[in-house]
């Protein structure tokens, strides 16, 4: 079955980097983007940015421009969404989900989430 | 501060029908498909509807979608406890250049 599964919880200081795998399965992993959503704690879904696995090409929202990096390696079908210059308000569940491009913003699959937290 | 707009919460009983709005502009909703999600306590968002009003296989019927100009409403019928959740609006907006939700709705089933 199509699956994302994510990489472990993390716990990082602030100024630090953290870097969120998502590895795919059940599907051809370059005929969909893939989504990074995240999830501060009580609060709601804010989208992180899409990449096309086939292309490379990625958006991203202006309010993480110069912070973030998502990349993928497709010998592994697995997906990457690094942020850095880490601040508390960073402490989130960060979500991977397959689809959310800007022509059809629907994601049909979610990982089970990474908790991130950042405190000194 | 959401870009889409929606109730904090709504309520009602076993078997009644609610429906949720999500209100934006014509540089997201005017323009651009509307997905739903679910998301249960302490698990990932589930897709609900897509394309303003298309329900992914494995949804229920019970479940509806639809769009008029800014807005955006997701209806569910024959409520049931487990329908209990915190669901969630999408959409692109097209000024923005980016993926855009509403701050969520917590439906309870009294």
């Known amino acids: 079955q199509v699956q994302l599964l994510q990489s472990g919880a993390a716990v990082k200081k602030p100024g630090a980097s953290v870097r969120v795998s998502c590895k795919a399965s059940g599907y051809t992993f370059t005929s969909f983007g893939l989504s990074w959503v995240r999830q501060a704690p009580g609060q709601g879904l804010e989208w992180m940015g899409w990449i096309s696995p086939y292309s490379g090409n990625t958006k991203n929202p202006q309010t993480l421009q110069g912070r973030i990096t998502l990349t993928t390696d497709k010998s592994t079908s697995t997906a990457y969404m690094e942020l850095r210059s880490l601040k508390p308000d960073d402490t989130a569940v960060y979500y991977c989900?397959?689809?959310?491009?800007?022509?059809?913003?629907?994601?049909?699959?979610w990982g089970k989430g990474t908790p991130v937290s950042v405190s000194s | 501060q959401s870009v889409l707009t929606q109730p904090p919460s709504v309520s009602a009983a076993p078997g009644q029908k609610v429906t949720i709005s999500c209100s934006g502009s014509s540089s997201n909703i005017g323009n651009n498909y509307v997905s739903w999600y679910q998301q249960l306590p302490g698990t990932a968002p589930k897709l609900l509807i897509y394309?303003?009003?298309k329900r992914p296989s494995g949804i229920p019927d019970r479940f509806s979608g639809s769009k008029s100009g800014t807005s955006a409403t997701l209806g569910i019928t024959g409520l049931q406890t487990g329908d209990e959740a915190d669901y969630y609006c999408?959409?692109?907006?097209?000024?923005?250049?980016?993926?855009?939700f509403g701050g969520g709705t917590k439906l309870t089933v009294l």
């Open positions: 989900a397959r689809g959310g491009d800007q022509h059809f913003f629907y994601m049909d699959v």
């Open positions: 999408g959409t692109w907006d097209s000024s923005l250049g980016a993926g855009v």
């Open positions: 394309d303003n009003n």
